[in-house]
């Protein structure tokens, strides 16, 4: 079966950039829509990008995060990553990534889920 995992999390400065990756092992991820989201503490889980599975590769972003989130595939490395440029100190949260069959920003439509990765952007 499907697994995710996801990795590229960790401390950065304002305005500095990381590339979170979600690996799929177990079975492609060409079929699956697969989305990111993030959960601070004490805050609800927002979904943040979602890209569309079966060669469709349509994109859905959060408006808070579209101007500086990019969420794309290596069908190669069966990995979808998600680009963060221009961090802030509001995005720190741990970033999850999920597995589903559409492309959405709610979390209820997705099958799959990995553990997550830490952000932490401060000074």
């Known amino acids: 079966q499907l697994q995710l995992v996801e990795s590229g999390g960790g401390r950065v400065q304002p305005g500095g950039s990381l590339r979170l990756s979600c690996a799929g092992s177990?079975?492609?991820?060409?079929?699956?829509?697969i989305g990111w989201f993030r959960q601070a503490p004490g805050k609800q889980r927002e979904g943040v990008s979602c890209?569309?599975?079966?060669?469709?590769?349509?994109?859905n972003y959060a408006d808070s995060v579209k101007e500086r989130f990019t969420i794309s595939r290596d069908g190669a490395k069966n990995t979808v990553y998600l680009q963060i440029n221009n961090l802030k100190p509001e995005d720190t949260a741990i970033y999850s990534c999920?597995?589903?069959?559409?492309?959405?920003?709610?979390?209820?439509?997705?099958?799959?889920w990995g553990q997550g990765t830490q952000v932490t952007v401060s000074s």
């Open positions: 890209i569309s599975g079966r060669g469709d590769s349509s994109t």
């Open positions: 999920a597995a589903g069959w559409a492309c959405s920003l709610a979390g209820f439509q997705y099958e799959r």
């Open positions: 177990g079975y492609t991820l060409y079929y699956y829509a």
